[in-house]
Every structure is written in structure tokens, then in C-alpha cells.
């Protein structure tokens, strides 16, 4: 499987790492109190995909005790990886 490195600054602004950072902090601590906020993918058990922001896209799996497992964080402009179809 071909992986591939993204390092926000060499891609993004200064401005624009800082609101993306923001805005993903603001989703997780909700993400926290709300693990099941998502939609459920029916690919795998306990696992939820949606977007952070009308740009990103997050796949996410909820673990025993209530540990979430970050799987993937993708554009949402990108074709979904073939584990992950459309919902």
C-alpha cells in the first residue's frame, strides 16, 4: 500500500494551518464528549466517518473503553480509499 507524507506547511499558509488546526481541536474535544456524533460506515464495526470541516474528511474507530482510533484524515475533494467506500 502506497502511503504518502503531508506536512501542512509545505502545502498551506501560516494562516491557513492555524484555522485548520483550530478548527480539528474543536472537533475533537466534541469528538470526546460525543464519540457516536458521526455516521456509522457499515464497513467495519464501531467505525464512523464525516467531515471536520466542509473540507476534511475523518474516519475514526470507537475501541473497547471508549478509545477512539483516528484511521484516516483525507480531503474531501480526494477519492475515499477502497476499504472506506461512499457511505
Known amino acids: 500500500m502506497k502511503k504518502s507524507?503531508?506536512?501542512?506547511?509545505?502545502?498551506?499558509?501560516?494562516?491557513?494551518?492555524?484555522?485548520f488546526v483550530n478548527e480539528a481541536d474543536r472537533f475533537f474535544e466534541t469528538l470526546v464528549i460525543q464519540p457516536e456524533i458521526l455516521?456509522?460506515?457499515g464497513?467495519?464495526?464501531n467505525t464512523y466517518r464525516g467531515p471536520i470541516n466542509s473540507l476534511?474528511?475523518?474516519?475514526?474507530?470507537?475501541k473497547p473503553k471508549k478509545e477512539i482510533?483516528?484511521?484516516?484524515?483525507?480531503?474531501?475533494?480526494?477519492?475515499p480509499l477502497k476499504r472506506y467506500p461512499p457511505l
Open 5 to 19: 507524507s503531508f506536512i501542512l506547511e509545505e502545502n498551506w499558509s501560516g494562516r491557513e494551518v492555524s484555522n
Open 39 to 41: 455516521q456509522k460506515t
Open 43 to 45: 464497513a467495519r464495526k
Open 56 to 62: 476534511t474528511i475523518i474516519t475514526y474507530r470507537i
Open 69 to 79: 482510533e483516528l484511521i484516516s484524515i483525507r480531503g474531501a475533494r480526494k477519492k
